[in-house]
T-cell receptor, first 110, second 113 residues
Framework: GQSLEQPSEVTAVEGAIVQMNCTYQTSGFYGLSWYQQHDGGAPTFLSYNALDGLEETGRFSSFLSRSDSYGYLLLQELQMKDSASYFCAVRDNYGQNFVFGPGTRLSVLP | GAGVSQSPSNKVTEKGKDVELRCDPISGHTALYWYRQSLGQGLEFLIYFQGNSAPDKSGLPSDRFSAERTGGSVSTLTIQRTQQEDSAVYLC???????????FGPGTRLTVL
């Protein structure tokens, strides 16, 4: 089976940096994805890590350590519009299915 | 179209009725996924298609749920004899071959009275 864990809530202030963690237990592993979902909206893709290390896209960075079954999403220069839920998802060993974590709700305060 | 579309956007039904939810993926995308999301919760995987076949049906909650995909394009999720616990937002996503990104539709909000 597969399971993912994420903290349920994180709060930070505008301009700050926040890190949201994801740990997983899977029978197989292809890669770790991150999605953002605003209230009432659909999830949108942020990043994907197949190999260990840091991937950077603008203010967003994602990190993966396969030996630790751990990853995180880093958001810099936080803005109010970053308030949303953030989900990690594991791509399983068969290559196509994705299993999502329970999500972390980020609240950005002025 | 440019993105994934789903219909209807909202569906209110009475307990015991059957419902059909439709998903139109991005043209050319071979993989199609169905998820269910209850208010404030994560995404619960239901089923995915590779072309017209469904390699993984493990997420379907009961035999009241079924799905099909025709022509490698449109997919229909059918829920028979709906129950109140079926109330949720049903999300569809598609991705291209070898693509790690899933593109989500706006969802269908199902309410079973």
């Amino acid at each position: 089976g597969q399971s993912l864990e994420q903290p349920s809530e994180v709060t930070a202030v505008e301009g700050a940096i926040v890190q949201m963690n994801c740990t997983y237990q899977t029978s197989g592993f292809y890669g770790l994805s991150w999605y953002q979902q605003h209230d009432g909206g659909a999830p949108t893709f942020l990043s994907y890590n197949a190999l260990d290390g840091l991937e950077e896209t603008g203010r967003f960075s994602s990190f993966l350590s396969r030996s630790d079954s751990y990853g995180y999403l880093l958001l810099q220069e936080l803005q109010m519009k970053d308030s949303a839920s953030y989900f990690c998802a594991v791509r399983d060993n068969y290559g196509q299915n994705f299993v999502f974590g329970p999500g972390t709700r980020l609240s950005v305060l002025p | 179209g440019a993105g994934v579309s789903q219909s209807p956007s909202n569906k209110v039904t009475e307990k015991g009725k059957d419902v059909e939810l439709r998903c139109d993926p991005i043209s050319g995308h071979t993989a199609l996924y169905w998820y269910r999301q209850s208010l404030g919760q994560g995404l619960e995987f239901l089923i995915y298609f590779q072309g017209n076949s469904a390699p993984d049906k493990s997420g379907l909650p009961s035999d009241r749920f079924s799905a099909e995909r025709t022509g490698g394009s449109v997919s229909t999720l059918t829920i028979q004899r709906t129950q109140q616990e079926d109330s949720a937002v049903y999300l569809c996503a598609s991705s291209g071959r070898g693509n790690n990104e899933q593109f989500f539709g706006p969802g269908t909000r199902l309410t079973v009275l």
